[in-house]
């Protein structure tokens, strides 16, 4: 569990987790680009909302960040989508 805390901490303050203007722009399906396969740590953790809700680059709400990664979005932005 702490690997997973220590990764998520690293992708955050590396930046690699935000949507561009261009990104939030395109329409869903030119959105679906920015999904991938989820990561592997994805296998051993149960993600749940934890009350910080985020807003996937395919511009679908997660109830969380580790919801939105192992759905496979590679980028969002935190709270819902407008």
């Not at 749940?48 to 192992?70: F, M, Q, R």
Request: proline share 5%; hydrophobic share 35%; aromatic share 10%.
């Amino acid at each position: 569990m702490k690997e997973i805390f220590t990764m998520l901490a690293f992708v955050f303050a590396t930046g690699l987790i935000s949507c561009t203007k261009d990104q939030l722009s395109m329409n869903h399906s030119q959105n679906l680009n920015c999904m991938q396969y989820p990561p592997t740590w994805c296998a051993t953790v149960r993600c749940t909302p934890d009350g910080k809700p985020v807003c996937g680059c395919n511009k679908i709400n997660y109830g969380s960040a580790c919801e939105a990664l192992c759905a496979g979005v590679t980028s969002f932005t935190y709270g819902t989508c407008k």
